[in-house]
């Protein structure tokens, strides 16, 4: 984690830098905005890693001397099957086609996103798949 939070930091400055050139030289806002707005968000996530990585005991990543098995193990739990994010596609294309298209759409958006969401987030609480 410090590794990350370094590495952020430094892409931060590098950001900065390259917002101030474009800004000078373009002297277009949209993009100079773009840019210092990326500047905002790389800081952020490089305090965030670097803050969290002092609470956290030290990782294979942080010990130059470490392998890559150092790291090996149980990666985390994951569904092996879901048919939820098709409706959330389905339903988040047909939200984003509203916006062309017309705002109608959204009518029929609305109860797939809602479907898709709701069953994504508790589909290990119901059904076959129900914890005990």
Request: hydrophobic share 60%.
């Amino acid at each position: 984690m410090k590794v990350q939070g370094k590495m952020f930091l430094w892409l931060s400055f590098f950001i900065l830098a390259m917002a101030i050139v474009y800004g000078v030289w373009s002297k277009e806002a949209a993009g100079t905005t773009a840019l210092f707005m990326a500047f905002g968000l790389s800081v952020m996530i490089g305090f965030y890693l670097a803050f969290t990585a002092r609470r956290m005991d030290a990782l294979a990543q942080d010990n130059t001397e470490a392998d890559v098995a150092d790291e090996a193990g149980e990666v985390g739990f994951f569904a092996p099957h879901s048919w939820q994010p098709i409706s959330l596609a389905i339903g988040g294309a047909l939200a984003f086609l509203a916006i062309a298209m017309g705002w109608w759409l959204l009518y029929f958006s609305a109860p797939l996103l809602l479907i898709g969401l709701f069953g994504w987030v508790f589909e290990f609480y119901r059904g076959e798949n129900q914890n005990q």
